[in-house]
């Protein structure tokens, strides 16, 4: 029976009761507790909590996948899939089958990550198509990319009455728009947008976000080919063409291949964008591709990356946690338990392709809901098309993800150092066991179930990862060419950030960030029993206290090391020199080795790996270049680098990049406001009430802003779509001032909102003015974010205007700015940043938007 059907009438609990079971559960840690309850418990939409700990999680998971077990031969019992999956010991469901197997509150997705398709058409209906598609899936909690090569070129012909182009950028900022306006609540939509280095709008797509405030919703990665990067290295000349590599181009484009490969080394080493996709590489290595004829040709990424996927097909994400199969870690006698290992990873192949069956069943769902819906049938069929697609792709398909987790951990807990030959020798070998018995246990399931539909041993016989598998087992590949197998496509290294949390372990194939650090916690004048250790500028006394690795706290014990003791800074160094962890951090590991471990990593991995290089601030572009082009020579799918701080402050407008002086203060903006500006529309939801903003903007940063209530009478109500204008300052009769907003209807005319001032309460409008005054003179906007959120108002209605303007000016505030006074509600530290509009923690990852 369904768990659907008894959790309805299941007790409750609140987040008192649920957080405090679960920081015993997690051994105290409050951080661990507090996401889970807040990301993973299961709750209805009133709030009621019905999951006390992760065990009752895991059950939760355990009867559903044996549920689907019980349909085919052989089935795992309940019991033996809880004790897999329970404490987050061996297997570790992420994200959206965590969240959504089993729960009757929620017509969501199981998939973490899905592509959709573009048909090749870049007619105006072919792109809301797009759009409508992206949001759609959104809203069911999937990630989303999508590819622009399709776009035709800026300045093209075409057949209306713009009579040319204008390229991808504007489509960028679209879709970025859409995920944000999805991404409520706090939580944002996640979007991959990619391009080919073939388009002739490349270098456009490439600088689209090195403008503040541009394309701030979607990630992007430049797919690049080898001729290009052969280009690169031999200083010659490449052909751009529209359509891309297409033998009969209607347009080609001579460009310097070194001057574009600079400016791509550039932007990335100074915002950490664009990342980089080795397209050949990922198409020759990919097996979907066998099947490119028949739909399963490869068109973009999940938002990180690590899943190439072929236009709707979707993915759900599974961790192995490798520290588990270390018996007696931290000690000279330490091993890996390879017997068990290979039991679990056939195991973890069976449960993802039931955890396939569910997807199913939540389509169905979604579809009936669709059905339901009192839309008329013409509204619907994009999103329900959409669904069957979807379907249809996961079912003749079943494509899975299982992954791992704690690479770093693993390594140290053997006494390996992360980076040394020893240690990416080790690695590899576990990776190459997790690929040949992942697909062993694909070509099992496929004798017991039969194998994904299209399945065709003659089409992969020169696939180099399936020559690969035949090299590592040739009794395998046998089985396979004779039973086929049940997937198309199996593994891949996802990023675990929560995940990783919940396992109290490194992230990932990452290495640790820091094995041990200090926090500071403020200290109030009546608390007893604490020591001052710092004094700040402004007089707040602070207590530090030493934060752990969980797992370098386990080889203290295990070594005789006292974990309660107040250790300086010296006693702190020495003791890390004498761990494995040692010269293993994310700073210390040397560059290059990282970026070889991971080509002889993702030689084991069907899909990608993501994967981040992390560099000092000073790290010049040279060595960025190298590591991409070493990531392009070691057979690597995809790399991103980042240079500390690149995020902070290194999007500037045009308008900053020089200085006038009013009045003894820098000022960015014209000391005369022009007569017309461009301007942003923006609608966000406050409680049940509908607001939207139009902000004027000066080189893309904000002048000045009206905000209020959408009002059907007043006239404020313009479509949807519209997403921006101008904002333009007019006379009346009588000499006073007015400011009309003016945007293009649907056939290309003008439609003007007269008098935006008249259109809202006048209260509003008077406040407007005061913001509008600290914008235009020049105060930061995250400092103008605080003066809002500080203001003290007395009534409900302009509070919630308050919160709106806060909200819709966030959006404008550059990644990376720090935000001073604030403090994590998850873990108290002061270590915020902007994110996206989003506030978020640096130390703990917790993220809060509002």
């Not at 105290?28 to 999951?51: F, H, P």
């Not at 609540?185 to 490439?206: K, Q, W, Y």
């Not at 690049?224 to 000349?237: C, E, L, R, Y």
């Not at 550039?266 to 066998?290: M, Q, R, V, Y």
Request: aromatic content about 10%; glycine content about 8%; charged content about 25%.
């Amino acid at each position: 029976m369904s768990t659907s059907l008894t959790i309805k009438n299941a007790a409750t609990y609140t987040q008192e009761e649920a957080v405090n079971a679960s920081l015993e559960y997690f051994k105290g840690d409050s951080l661990a507790a507090t996401v889970w309850v807040n990301k993973y418990a299961l709750k209805d939409s009133a709030g009621n909590i019905y999951e006390r700990t992760p065990n009752d999680m895991h059950r939760r998971i355990a009867i559903e996948i044996a549920r689907v077990e019980s349909k085919y031969a052989n089935p795992l019992t309940e019991e033996v899939i809880f004790d897999l999956i329970k404490d987050f010991k061996y297997l570790v469901p992420q994200g959206s089958p965590m969240t959504g197997i089993g729960n009757p509150f929620q017509i969501a997705s199981l998939s973490n990550c899905f592509v959709i398709g573009n048909d090749n058409s870049d007619s105006y209906g072919g792109i809301m198509k797009t759009d409508q598609e992206q949001v759609q899936l959104m809203k069911r909690r999937g990630g989303v990319g999508h590819d622009l090569s399709h776009i035709r070129p800026k300045g093209s012909p075409v057949k209306n009455s713009a009579l040319t182009s204008t390229g991808l950028v504007p489509f960028m900022e679209r879709f970025s728009n859409s995920t944000r306006e999805v991404a409520q609540d706090g939580r944002r939509g996640a979007l991959m947008l990619s391009v080919s280095i073939n388009h002739p709008d490349a270098t456009d797509f490439i600088d689209a976000k090195m403008e503040q405030g541009k394309v701030t919703g979607a990630n992007v990665s430049v797919r690049i080919d080898d001729a290009f990067m052969k280009s690169v290295q031999a200083g010659t000349t490449y052909t751009q063409k529209y359509p891309i590599f297409s033998d009969t181009p209607l347009y080609t484009k001579e460009i310097d291949a070194q001057a574009l490969w600079g400016k791509i080394i550039h932007n990335a080493w100074k915002s950490a964008e664009p990342g980089i996709l080795f397209w050949d590489t990922i198409i020759k290595e990919s097996l979907p591709d066998c099947y490119a004829d028949l739909g399963y040709k490869t068109l973009s990424t999940n938002p990180c990356g690590e899943i190439p996927l072929c236009a709707y097909d979707s993915c759900r994400l599974l961790a192995i946690n490798l520290l588990s199969y270390v018996d007696k870690p931290f000690t000279a006698e330490a091993s890996f338990n390879y017997p068990l290992f290979k039991q679990h990873v056939a195991a973890a192949q069976r449960i993802m392709d039931d955890i396939i069956d569910l997807e199913l069943e939540k389509i169905d769902t979604i579809l009936a809901k669709i059905d339901a819906d009192p839309e008329g049938e013409e509204i619907k069929l994009v999103e329900k098309n959409l669904w069957l697609n979807i379907r249809t792709k996961a079912r003749d398909g079943r494509r899975t993800g299982i992954g791992i987790t704690a690479e770093g951990d693993m390594l140290a807990a053997l006494g390996l150092r992360y980076g040394s030959d020893e240690g990416v020798a080790f690695s590899e070998e576990i990776h190459k066991i997790l690929a040949v018995e992942a697909y062993r246990g694909s070509v099992n399931l496929a004798k017991e179930r039969g194998a994904f539909t299209i399945y065709d041993s003659e089409r992969e016989k020169n696939n180099p990862f399936v020559l690969r598998i035949k090299e590592a087992d040739s009794q395998l590949y046998y089985e396979m060419q004779e039973h086929g197998r049940r997937n198309i496509a199996l593994l891949t290294i996802a990023p675990t950030g929560t995940t990783s949390l919940m396992t109290q372990t490194t992230s990932g194939i990452e290495p640790v960030f820091l094995p041990v650090y200090k926090r500071r916690r403020k200290v109030n004048p009546n608390d007893k029993d604490v020591r001052v250790d710092f004094i700040d500028e402004v007089g707040d006394s602070w207590e530090e206290y030493v934060v752990f690795h969980h797992r370098f706290k386990e080889w203290m014990e295990v070594n005789g090391f006292e974990i309660t003791k107040n250790y300086s800074q010296e006693e702190l160094d020495a003791l890390v020199e004498k761990s494995p962890y040692y010269k293993a951090t994310s700073n210390d590991v040397d560059w290059l080795s990282k970026v070889r471990m991971q080509g002889r990593i993702q030689k084991w991995v069907d899909h990608s790996i993501s994967v981040t290089v992390n560099v000092p601030n000073e790290t010049p572009e040279d060595v960025v270049a190298k590591l991409y082009m070493e990531a392009w020579e070691a057979g690597c799918k995809g790399v991103t680098v980042y240079r500390d701080g690149s995020r902070s402050g290194v999007l500037i407008s045009n308008s900053e990049k020089k200085e006038e002086k009013t009045g003894g203060l820098p000022s960015i903006f014209p000391t005369k406001r022009p007569q017309v500006l461009q301007a942003d529309v923006v609608r966000f939801q406050n409680s049940k009430d509908k607001w939207i903003a139009f902000i004027g903007l000066i080189d893309g940063r904000p002048y000045e802003i009206f905000t209020g209530l959408v009002d059907d009478e007043d006239g404020i109500l313009i479509p949807r779509w519209v997403t921006e204008g101008l904002i333009i300052k007019n006379k009346n009769d009588d000499g006073t001032t007015r400011y009309d907003f003016q945007y293009k209807n649907m056939r290309g005319y003008k439609t003007t909102i007269e008098g935006l001032s008249h259109k809202f309460n006048p209260e509003y409008w008077n406040y407007a003015k005061l913001i509008s005054g600290t914008l235009r003179h020049g105060m930061h906007i995250e400092k103008a974010v605080d003066l809002i959120n500080s203001l003290q108002l007395d009534s409900e209605s302009i509070n919630t205007w308050k919160n709106g303007v806060a909200r819709a000016l966030k959006r404008y505030i550059v990644d990376g700015t720090e935000a001073h006074g604030q403090k994590c509600s998850n873990c108290n530290s002061t270590n915020l940043i902007y994110q996206e509009g989003c506030l978020t923690c640096n130390d703990c990852g917790s993220s809060k938007c509002g």
